[in-house]
Protein backbone atom coordinates (compact mmCIF):
# COMPACT_ATOMS: atom_id res chain seq x y z
CA UNK A 1 0.00 0.00 0.00
CA UNK A 2 1.50 2.98 -1.07
CA UNK A 3 -0.23 6.96 0.12
CA UNK A 4 0.70 10.50 0.42
CA UNK A 5 2.44 11.51 -2.55
CA UNK A 6 4.82 14.45 -2.80
CA UNK A 7 6.95 15.75 -6.26
CA UNK A 8 8.85 18.51 -5.67
CA UNK A 9 11.44 19.79 -8.31
CA UNK A 10 13.91 22.20 -7.53
CA UNK A 11 16.92 24.19 -9.22
CA UNK A 12 20.47 22.27 -8.83
CA UNK A 13 21.76 24.74 -6.71
CA UNK A 14 23.71 24.16 -3.50
CA UNK A 15 21.37 25.60 -1.22
CA UNK A 16 18.59 23.38 -2.34
CA UNK A 17 20.20 20.83 -0.53
CA UNK A 18 19.50 22.00 3.14
CA UNK A 19 15.96 22.63 1.37
CA UNK A 20 15.35 19.75 0.13
CA UNK A 21 17.09 18.31 3.39
CA UNK A 22 14.33 19.92 5.45
CA UNK A 23 11.63 18.97 3.05
CA UNK A 24 12.48 15.64 3.48
CA UNK A 25 12.21 15.31 7.18
CA UNK A 26 9.35 17.75 7.95
CA UNK A 27 7.45 14.97 5.69
CA UNK A 28 8.96 11.89 7.63
CA UNK A 29 8.10 14.03 10.91
CA UNK A 30 4.37 12.81 10.50
CA UNK A 31 4.93 9.15 11.12
CA UNK A 32 6.64 9.40 14.72
CA UNK A 33 10.27 8.72 13.79
CA UNK A 34 13.06 8.81 16.37
CA UNK A 35 15.54 11.66 16.41
CA UNK A 36 18.26 8.90 14.99
CA UNK A 37 16.28 8.24 12.15
CA UNK A 38 15.16 11.42 11.15
CA UNK A 39 19.05 12.73 11.53
CA UNK A 40 19.30 9.18 9.02
CA UNK A 41 16.74 10.42 6.50
CA UNK A 42 18.04 13.92 6.33
CA UNK A 43 21.86 13.14 5.88
CA UNK A 44 21.37 10.48 3.23
CA UNK A 45 19.31 12.85 1.14
CA UNK A 46 21.68 15.56 1.31
CA UNK A 47 24.45 12.90 -0.03
CA UNK A 48 22.23 12.32 -2.77
CA UNK A 49 21.07 15.77 -3.50
CA UNK A 50 24.72 16.89 -3.20
CA UNK A 51 25.82 14.14 -5.98
CA UNK A 52 23.60 15.40 -8.57
CA UNK A 53 24.76 19.29 -7.90
CA UNK A 54 28.37 18.47 -7.70
CA UNK A 55 28.81 15.43 -10.61
CA UNK A 56 25.27 15.54 -12.23
CA UNK A 57 25.62 18.93 -13.37
CA UNK A 58 29.20 19.61 -12.38
CA UNK A 59 28.35 22.36 -9.82
CA UNK A 60 26.59 25.03 -12.73
CA UNK A 61 23.53 24.69 -11.46
CA UNK A 62 21.43 24.12 -15.06
CA UNK A 63 19.42 21.70 -14.65
CA UNK A 64 16.48 20.42 -12.21
CA UNK A 65 16.56 18.40 -9.45
CA UNK A 66 13.01 16.18 -8.25
CA UNK A 67 12.66 14.52 -5.40
CA UNK A 68 9.44 12.44 -4.98
CA UNK A 69 7.93 10.90 -1.38
CA UNK A 70 5.65 9.01 -0.74
CA UNK A 71 4.91 6.24 2.48
CA UNK A 72 4.83 2.39 1.90
CA UNK A 73 2.69 0.50 4.45
CA UNK A 74 2.30 3.36 6.90
CA UNK A 75 6.12 2.50 8.51
CA UNK A 76 8.68 2.69 5.03
CA UNK A 77 9.36 6.41 3.49
CA UNK A 78 10.40 5.97 -0.16
CA UNK A 79 12.61 9.17 -1.64
CA UNK A 80 13.68 9.12 -5.07
CA UNK A 81 15.97 11.91 -6.20
CA UNK A 82 16.51 12.15 -9.65
CA UNK A 83 18.30 14.51 -11.92
CA UNK A 84 18.83 14.84 -15.54
CA UNK A 85 22.80 15.56 -15.24
CA UNK A 86 25.93 13.54 -16.60
CA UNK A 87 24.67 10.34 -15.41
CA UNK A 88 27.27 7.79 -14.20
CA UNK A 89 29.15 5.14 -16.66
CA UNK A 90 29.73 2.51 -13.76
CA UNK A 91 26.79 2.14 -11.13
CA UNK A 92 28.81 -0.90 -8.92
CA UNK A 93 32.32 1.09 -9.22
CA UNK A 94 30.59 4.70 -8.18
CA UNK A 95 28.95 2.64 -5.02
CA UNK A 96 31.91 1.46 -4.03
CA UNK A 97 33.71 2.65 -0.48
CA UNK A 98 36.11 5.65 -1.30
CA UNK A 99 35.41 5.82 -4.89
CA UNK A 100 35.01 9.01 -6.53
CA UNK A 101 35.64 11.27 -9.99
CA UNK A 102 36.76 13.83 -8.35
CA UNK A 103 40.49 14.16 -8.42
CA UNK A 104 40.90 17.01 -6.50
CA UNK A 105 40.50 14.53 -2.98
CA UNK A 106 38.45 17.41 -1.39
CA UNK A 107 35.75 14.83 -1.88
CA UNK A 108 36.18 11.38 0.30
CA UNK A 109 33.67 9.29 -2.12
CA UNK A 110 31.47 8.14 0.80
CA UNK A 111 28.16 9.54 0.13
CA UNK A 112 26.57 6.40 -1.36
CA UNK A 113 28.31 4.02 1.42
CA UNK A 114 26.82 6.68 3.94
CA UNK A 115 23.63 6.15 1.87
CA UNK A 116 23.10 2.60 2.60
CA UNK A 117 24.10 3.06 6.03
CA UNK A 118 21.51 5.33 6.97
CA UNK A 119 18.40 4.26 4.93
CA UNK A 120 17.55 0.27 4.81
CA UNK A 121 17.43 0.06 0.50
CA UNK A 122 19.31 1.85 -2.28
CA UNK A 123 18.51 1.79 -5.89
CA UNK A 124 20.18 3.82 -8.13
CA UNK A 125 19.52 3.99 -12.19
CA UNK A 126 21.53 6.23 -14.53
CA UNK A 127 22.65 6.29 -17.90
CA UNK A 128 25.35 8.36 -19.09
CA UNK A 129 24.19 11.50 -20.62
CA UNK A 130 20.78 11.00 -19.55
CA UNK A 131 21.13 11.69 -15.86
CA UNK A 132 20.35 9.66 -12.53
CA UNK A 133 18.26 8.25 -9.69
CA UNK A 134 18.42 7.29 -6.41
CA UNK A 135 16.02 5.64 -4.68
CA UNK A 136 16.33 5.60 -0.70
CA UNK A 137 13.73 3.49 1.29
CA UNK A 138 13.72 4.07 4.87
CA UNK A 139 12.14 1.62 7.69
CA UNK A 140 10.83 3.36 10.69
CA UNK A 141 10.69 1.93 13.70
CA UNK A 142 7.10 2.61 14.54
CA UNK A 143 7.52 0.76 18.01
CA UNK A 144 8.82 3.18 19.79
CA UNK A 145 8.41 0.92 22.99
CA UNK A 146 7.58 2.06 26.72
N1 LIG B 1 23.97 12.16 -9.54
C1 LIG B 1 25.14 11.78 -10.03
N2 LIG B 1 25.49 12.07 -11.32
C2 LIG B 1 26.68 11.70 -11.84
N3 LIG B 1 27.61 11.01 -11.14
C3 LIG B 1 27.34 10.69 -9.87
C4 LIG B 1 26.11 11.05 -9.25
N4 LIG B 1 26.12 10.57 -7.97
C5 LIG B 1 27.31 9.97 -7.81
N5 LIG B 1 28.06 10.02 -8.95
C6 LIG B 1 29.39 9.42 -9.16
O1 LIG B 1 29.61 8.46 -8.13
C7 LIG B 1 30.82 8.76 -7.42
C8 LIG B 1 30.68 8.33 -5.98
O2 LIG B 1 29.71 9.12 -5.29
P1 LIG B 1 29.82 9.29 -3.71
O3 LIG B 1 28.74 10.18 -3.24
O4 LIG B 1 29.92 7.92 -3.10
O5 LIG B 1 31.25 9.97 -3.52
P2 LIG B 1 31.67 11.50 -3.84
O6 LIG B 1 30.46 12.32 -4.09
O7 LIG B 1 32.70 11.46 -4.91
O8 LIG B 1 32.35 11.97 -2.48
P3 LIG B 1 31.57 12.35 -1.10
O9 LIG B 1 30.12 12.05 -1.30
O10 LIG B 1 32.19 11.51 -0.06
O11 LIG B 1 31.84 13.81 -0.92
C9 LIG B 1 31.04 10.24 -7.64
O12 LIG B 1 32.40 10.61 -7.50
C10 LIG B 1 30.52 10.44 -9.06
O13 LIG B 1 31.48 10.05 -10.01
MG1 LIG C 1 28.83 12.31 -2.85
Redesign the pocket.
Known sequence: MESNFVTIEFEALPQNQGFARAIAASYAASLDPTMEELTEIKTAVS??V???V???YGRKGTGTITMELKTIDGDKIYMKIT?H????EDIKR??EPM????EDR??????????ESFVDKVFVE?APGE??A?TLIKYLDVYHGV
Open positions: EASNAIHGDGKGIAMFSTEEMSGMGFTVMSGTV
